[in-house]
């Protein structure tokens, strides 16, 4: 059993810590971005150096103390967020962000787990070199919870996951031991590769201080094209068209729904949409070439082919770079347009490539069983991580649903389960989807996470709760 943080284990760190460690436990911390949790704390630490770092979770092992790890904030599954149990430490790492080194003939830079994913793309962009890791949260998500929950974005289909962009891991283990595994290789075969038991973890299994990225050079010439598509099956043979015509060129791939656009006309109204009468799918692609090759000419030829064998109907291709970014503006719009509509169950789940048209067609019939409901379905098609929303229709709001929630949520991963896809393809696992993992999690690989748990963190303090139900 866990204990609170009380007065004398305060007392007994700020003799052990700088004064500038110790923060106060705003209501900020305590609450994540769809107001589904509210959290508790008993005490706010900001560790300055990874020695700080050891230091309280030393503290908090000696006294069985939970620890919390607090990021940008920006996670939608409640891993930020403890809302019952004895008071729990939360450690957050603004405080280290620094650019620890940038070798850009190695493409590698090593930044400290508090860094703002943009002041990363930032430093990699002074250096002429691109760190691909790209979503709509980048200007407050942190290295450190990018990590913890193996983020995703739209540049997986090129580029991979966070796991993919990270060579090496410093951490503090639930111990209070320092894991000094900063390397920048990109062979090391010298036993368990910890770094990847740690990303993706969630913070259950320690808390990451400080990574070595993985950069990648600057495309040369960049280009976009919102191509109206027949339906999601036109839209994977576009894919595969698109791939074999540039190759590793196409970077993103973005399925959107109308109901997206129409998400944006009635909650951003002042936001120019690029069709005034969108269509039903659409899809947001994104090259990235080197010179002497010109995306412009790629994209149009692209469509040319498409349209000859009726998998686009009509198309706008990016006339400059500033075009290009109002694309993006508006695929990267949709999610605060969701957040204003107010979703009653949102999914973020992955299938099969191949199965994504089947598991659409399937989906919506399904949920009209249950009521009638509005569903924006957009995502990241090129690597078959879709956002499948369900909205209320107009004039209700999503309260007027909540009795449905869960039906609505266990009919989607259901359909999800029989495609052999995933409840969580990007966001993790947090403490909504602790039961959706029991539920749906391979029994022996679940059996290997908790004796992993045990054997690393055998007091249960790192983010208990989150990821493995916490052990009474």
Same mark, same amino acid.
């Given at each position: ?7 004398a ?31 508790q704390g ?14 309280i979770v030393r ?12 990021g ?10 403890l809302?019952e ?11 280290m ?7 850009a ?9 508090g ?9 990699a ?10 979503l709509?949260?980048?200007g ?18 090129r ?16 111990d ?5 595994g ?8 010298t ?13 259950t299994?320690?808390l990451?201080?400080a ?9 040369a ?11 999601p099956?036109a839209?994977l ?8 015509r ?8 973005e399925?959107i729904?109308r /109901?997206?656009? %129409? @998400?944006i =006309?009635?909650?951003? !109204?002042? &936001?120019? $949409?690029p ?9 947001l ?13 790629a ?10 064998a ?5 198309g ?17 719009s ?20 191949? /199965?994504?048209? %089947? @598991?659409? =067609?399937?989906?919506? !019939?399904? &949920?009209? $069983?249950?009521g ?39 009919c989607?991963?259901d359909l999800?389960?029989?495609?052999d896809?995933?409840?969580?393809a990007e ?23 908790? /004796?992993?748990?045990?054997a ?7 983010n ?9």
């Amino acid at each position: 059993m866990l204990n609170p943080v009380t007065d004398a284990f305060a007392a007994d760190l700020r003799t052990r810590l700088p004064a500038a460690v110790f923060r106060e436990l705003t209501p900020a911390y305590l609450e994540e971005p769809r107001g589904r949790f509210r959290g508790q704390g008993g005490l706010l630490l900001a560790p300055g150096r990874v020695e700080e770092a050891a230091e309280i979770v030393r503290a908090c092992a000696a006294a069985r103390v939970g620890i919390v790890p607090y990021g940008g904030g920006t996670g939608l599954v409640g891993g930020q967020i403890l809302e019952e149990g004895p008071a729990p430490v939360i450690v957050t790492l603004d405080r280290m962000r620094a650019i620890r080194a940038v070798h850009a003939d190695e493409n590698v830079l090593v930044a400290e787990a508090g860094c703002i994913l943009t002041e990363v793309q930032d430093a990699a962009e002074a250096a002429g070199r691109l760190f691909p890791l790209s979503l709509a949260s980048e200007g407050s998500a942190r290295i450190g919870g990018l990590l913890s929950t193996n983020a995703g974005g739209v540049n997986v289909l090129r580029y991979g996951n966070a796991r993919d962009l990270c060579l090496g891991i410093e951490a503090v283990l639930p111990d209070g031991s320092i894991l000094k595994g900063l390397k920048r290789l990109r062979k090391d075969n010298t036993g368990y590769d910890l770094r990847h038991l740690l990303i993706g973890a969630e913070g259950t299994l320690g808390l990451i201080t400080a990574a070595a990225l993985k950069l990648a050079p600057l495309p040369a010439r960049t280009g976009a094209a919102l191509l109206a598509v027949r339906d999601p099956a036109a839209a994977l043979a576009l894919l595969a068209l698109a791939r074999d015509r540039v190759g590793e060129g196409v970077s993103a791939f973005e399925l959107i729904h109308r /109901a997206g656009f %129409d @998400f944006i =006309a009635e909650t951003l !109204p002042d &936001l120019r $949409r690029p069709f005034a009468d969108p269509p039903d799918w659409t899809v947001l692609i994104d090259l990235g070439l080197g010179a002497g090759q010109d995306p412009g000419a790629a994209l149009e030829g692209l469509f040319a082919e498409a349209f000859e064998a009726g998998l686009v109907s009509d198309g706008l291709v990016a006339q400059s770079e500033a075009q290009r970014h109002d694309f993006w503006t508006v695929r990267e719009s949709i999610p605060q347009a969701n957040r204003r509509i107010g979703a009653i169950s949102s999914h973020d789940i992955s299938v099969p490539l191949s /199965a994504i048209p %089947d @598991f659409i =067609a399937a989906a919506g !019939p399904a &949920l009209a $069983r249950i009521g009638r409901f509005r569903i924006n379905c957009f995502g990241h098609l090129g690597d078959g991580n879709l956002h499948y929303n369900v909205f209320p229709m107009p004039g209700e709001t999503r309260a007027d649903h909540e009795p449905r929630r869960g039906a609505i949520k266990r009919c989607v991963h259901d359909l999800v389960a029989s495609f052999d896809g995933s409840v969580s393809a990007e966001h993790g696992i947090g403490r909504m989807k602790v039961e959706d993992l029991e539920r749906y999690g391979d029994p022996a690989r679940l059996a290997a996470m908790r /004796a992993i748990k045990a054997a690393l963190d055998p007091a249960g303090i790192m983010n208990p709760g989150a990821v493995l139900r916490a052990l009474s």
